[in-house]
Each structure stands twice: as structure tokens, then as C-alpha cells.
């Protein structure tokens, strides 16, 4: 044990338990905790939010947790959207924040506030930092609460004056957490379960990508000979799209689900849940068995069972028995008339090797038909929040070095300051902005459900103009996308712009 200065204990703690870089906006409240945290170690972004959505990209591909630094309340306050979404995301994030100096706390002064209020909701841990002392206890303690299943938030506060008092620094050893839970016994009942049903079908999620499963699913259904479809709005791959035995996604509309699993006597929800949006009026599965495996268990529908969902199908797979193979249900055919099915096309045909953030909306659709889903490949903001791919193709990046991000343009100008952080750290994110002039998404669903054109939701931006403005290379092409040879193979972070002006012809929610 050793004693020294509190930011020097901060600092040894980061890089003991390998919490680096800290991604983050810092304010005058920040300063003394990052005085001995160096500047290859720290990677600035322009907004306080970039920083979480960044920390949430890098923590999904990692599976460990990411380390955000905000400027007090007002910077947590920012970036409130993204701290949502990374805990849809089920994410492990350590978010921190400087607070006001405790000495004269009484008098609120500028910049203080109950951060811990306000981020509660989203956070599994929380701890005001009081002591030297505590300082690196608290990080780790953060740090293991995250990595509980299922993944989830931390926040620690961090006041101005303890960084610049003496504490203990012991160079705690981290623990190695095993999510590998499974219940045997769980496991054979439900594999009777399964062997007595007449129709079984499988729903996969996004935790079996997070916890390495895919394959195990896919072995599973293949024995069963038995349909998958996808959660409605999975975050990340929830099957292989390219398995025979995958059937599609189930669309977020309880009604429309309804008639999907309409012939099947059990369902078999596998890391994943059922998420809706909009509003129907029907009863969502109503008198259908159902039963949910996972470590993200929300009650909502079904017996559930917590369980790691890959350790699951790994030991299931020995009790139920096979059967003949049921009839898969098609999936959506590609449409050579379809501009933006032309599109991802071409992105599939190009990019079929790379990580993919999704924040084209009103295309997502198409994109996750035709470009399909593989471990580790496929990521998208499941909260609905806008301007959230741009940061986490960055913070994915920061890891791997094939990301694109497919972005609409209305999301893209939400976080286009990104695009400083992306070059400023030559960052190897390559861009497909799809420009449709407005938000489509808006335009298809007030067309549809109301039978009303808004104005106000279309608008134009001299898009190259903005990614010129931050040192981005960029070009611009129709639908034919004469130029995605030249993105795919230039070197470090580059940009194309797509005129998709046409209507996509789908509704999304089904």
C-alpha cells in the first residue's frame, strides 16, 4: 500500500485495471482528477455526449467495460440520451463526472448539482467520492458492478478537492467475472419441454452476439429443424442471416406478431425479448407458451429462466431430440426496382467484411435484409434515440479497424461534430450518408397513419460542405454509388454521400 495525491491515484487506477482511453468533454471540474492522466490517454470529443455513445460502441465490441469523463452536472445533463441508450444496450460504461469543490458546497455554486438523482434511473451503481481513500476502491467497485450480469451503468463523482488530497493506492488485482451461469436442471426440463411441443419456434436476441452464442444457435435450430426469427429492434446480430434456418425479423407491432407465430404451440425466446412500437390494439401472444433464457430478464412475457443463453444452447443441445424439419418462412425478397434496395446491394457487396452502425432508419429495413447479420457485425441504437451511430462507429474503431457507419441525413447532423474526434485521432471510420432530404422515417409514418405530408420535415444540407469543414475526404453519387470502390479503399476516415431522394416504399413498423 501506498500513499499519494488523489489524482495520481486515479490516474494508477485507470491503467491498472486498463480503463484507458477515457473518452470525455472536461470542465474546469474535471481538471484535477485528469492532472496526471496523459493526452495519449484521453481522447477528446467535442460534446459531452459523444463521449458515452463513443464508450458505448467500444464496450459492445470489447465486452469490457469503457471509461467516459463528463463536466458535471451540466455534462451528464447533456449526454443524458446516450447514457439511455447504452443502458438499453445493456453495456458495461463507467461514466464519471468532477463535482463541485465540497469546501463550499453549502452555497451551491456554479456547476454543482444532484447528479446521483439525475442518473439514477440508468445506473446500477452510483458513489459520490468523499476520500482519497476511496478513490480507487470506488473505480473497481464500479468496474465489477458493470460487469454483473447483465451489463449495465456506473457513475462515480468525483469533487474537486479530494484529487488533491493524500490516499491509499494498493494496485488491486480486478476479478474474473464468470457470466457462464446455467442450470442444469432448468435445462432438462426445458429440453422436455421442447421434445413435447408439436410446433416449436425459436426468437433470438442480441445477448447471444454479446455473449459469443451465435453458433450455438445455430446448431441448436439446426437439430430441431425449427424456424428462428429475430427480436424486434435487436441492438446487435441476433442470428446468422445467412442460416437456413433463419426466417426473418419479427416486426414490433404485437398484431403483426401475432399472425407471424401464429402455427406455433411453444415459443422459445433465446437472449432476446419481444419490443414493440407503435401501439396495436391486439393481445401480444395471447395463450401461446412461452418461455425466455437469458441474463437480461424483464418479466415481461413468458416463464423466464436466468441463464448465459450460448451456455444454455451449448448444454441443451444433448437433450432435445431431433425432428423433420419444419417449413421456414420466407424471407423478404430483394426488389431491383427499389433504389435504396440497390444501395445495400452495393454496400453488402463492398462492406460485407466490416462492422456496420445502422442509423439509417426509414433503410434499416433493407440493410438488415440484404447485408444481414454475423457475429460481431452488426450494430444499431435500439433506444430510438437519433445520433447515436456516428459515436459509436468511432468508439468501435478504436478497437477494430473495418467500421462503417450507414447514416441518414437528418441523424448524421445531430453528432457531426464527431467527425472532429474520428479525424483529429485518424480514427478508420468510413461513412455512407444516405441524404433523402429530411427525415423519411417522419414523412413514411405521418403518410401512413395519418394521411398527412408535413413540410416542416423535409429540409437540404450541402452535406459536403459540413464533412469538408473537419478535414473529411468525401464525394458525393446518385444511387449508383460509382465511387464506394474509392471509400472502401482509401486510407483513415472518408466519407460518400448517396442521393436517395425517392420514397423507400416501407413501413416500418410492419
Same mark, same amino acid.
Given at each position: ?212 452464442? +451465435?453458433?450455438?444457435?445455430? $446448431?441448436?435450430? =439446426? !437439430?430441431? #429443424?425449427?424456424?428462428? /426469427?429475430?427480436? @424486434?429492434? %435487436? ?55 412461452? +418461455?425466455?433464457?437469458?441474463? $437480461?430478464?424483464? =418479466? !415481461?412475457? #413468458?416463464?423466464?429462466? /436466468?441463464?448465459? @443463453?450460448? %451456455? ?199
Amino acid at each position: 500500500m501506498i500513499i499519494m495525491l488523489g489524482y495520481t491515484i486515479f490516474n494508477k487506477s485507470l491503467k491498472n485495471m486498463k480503463l484507458t482511453p477515457v473518452f470525455g468533454n472536461p470542465g474546469t471540474t474535471e481538471i484535477p482528477m485528469l492532472e496526471a492522466v496523459s493526452s495519449d490517454d484521453y481522447m477528446l470529443t467535442l460534446h459531452d455526449s459523444i463521449s458515452v455513445g463513443m464508450a458505448d460502441g467500444r464496450a459492445q465490441l470489447t465486452r469490457k467495460p469503457s471509461f467516459v469523463n463528463l463536466h458535471s452536472i451540466l455534462g451528464v445533463g447533456n449526454s443524458m440520451a446516450f447514457i439511455y441508450s447504452a443502458f438499453v444496450h445493456r453495456v458495461p460504461v463507467i461514466i464519471t463526472a468532477g463535482e463541485q469543490d465540497s469546501r463550499h458546497i453549502f452555497y451551491d455554486p456554479l456547476l454543482s448539482g444532484n447528479i446521483g438523482d439525475m442518473i439514477s434511473p440508468y445506473v446500477k451503481y452510483k458513489f459520490e467520492v468523499n476520500s482519497a481513500n476511496d478513490i480507487e476502491k470506488s473505480i473497481r467497485r464500479a468496474y465489477i458492478s458493470s460487469m454483473a450480469p447483465s451489463y449495465s451503468l456506473s457513475f462515480l463523482g468525483f469533487p474537486m478537492d479530494i484529487m488533491g488530497e493524500n490516499g491509499k493506492y494498493s494496485g488491486l488485482n480486478m476479478p474474473d467475472i464468470n457470466s457462464n451461469v446455467v442450470d442444469i436442471n432448468a435445462v432438462k426440463s426445458i429440453a422436455e419441454m421442447i421434445n413435447n411441443s408439436k410446433n416449436p419456434v425459436m426468437v433470438t436476441g442480441y445477448e447471444l452476439d454479446m455473449y459469443g452464442g +451465435i453458433q450455438y444457435a445455430r $446448431d441448436f435450430a =439446426g !437439430k430441431l #429443424g425449427i424456424p428462428v /426469427f429475430a427480436e @424486434p429492434f %435487436a441492438s446487435r446480430a441476433p442470428f446468422d442471416s445467412g442460416d437456413k434456418n433463419y426466417a426473418g425479423d419479427l416486426p414490433p407491432v404485437a398484431a403483426l406478431i401475432n399472425d407471424k407465430l401464429s402455427g406455433y404451440d411453444l415459443i422459445i425466446i433465446v437472449g432476446g425479448d419481444i419490443n414493440l412500437y407503435p401501439y396495436s390494439m391486439a393481445d401480444l401472444l395471447e395463450g401461446k407458451e412461452i +418461455i425466455k433464457i437469458g441474463m $437480461d430478464i424483464s =418479466g !415481461k412475457i #413468458g416463464d423466464s429462466y /436466468f441463464m448465459n @443463453p450460448a %451456455a444454455f444452447l451449448q448444454s441443451a443441445i444433448e437433450y432435445i431430440k431431433p425432428r423433420k424439419p419444419s417449413v421456414i418462412p420466407g424471407k423478404p425478397s430483394f426488389d431491383k426496382n427499389s433504389q435504396i434496395q440497390r444501395v445495400m446491394l452495393k454496400i453488402s457487396k463492398n462492406f460485407g467484411d466490416y462492422i456496420i452502425s445502422d442509423e439509417s432508419i426509414s433503410a434499416s429495413p433493407f440493410l438488415r435484409n440484404i447485408v444481414g447479420y454475423k457475429p460481431d457485425s452488426y450494430f444499431i441504437g435500439k433506444s430510438g434515440q437519433i445520433g447515436w451511430a456516428l459515436p459509436a462507429a468511432a468508439g468501435m474503431a478504436t478497437v477494430k479497424d473495418k467500421v462503417l457507419c450507414v447514416i441518414g441525413d437528418g441523424a448524421f447532423m445531430y453528432t457531426s461534430q464527431t467527425l472532429w474526434t474520428i479525424k483529429n485521432y485518424n480514427l478508420p471510420v468510413k461513412i455512407i450518408i444516405l441524404d433523402n432530404h429530411g427525415y423519411g422515417i417522419l414523412k413514411k409514418f405521418s403518410d401512413v397513419n395519418y394521411n398527412e405530408s408535413k413540410k416542416y420535415l423535409s429540409f437540404s444540407i450541402e452535406l459536403k460542405k459540413v464533412l469538408d469543414s473537419f478535414n473529411i475526404e468525401s464525394r458525393e453519387n446518385d444511387e449508383t454509388m460509382e465511387d464506394i470502390e474509392w471509400l472502401r479503399n482509401i486510407k483513415g476516415p472518408a466519407a460518400l454521400i448517396v442521393n436517395v431522394d425517392k420514397p423507400y416504399g416501407y413501413n416500418l413498423f410492419g
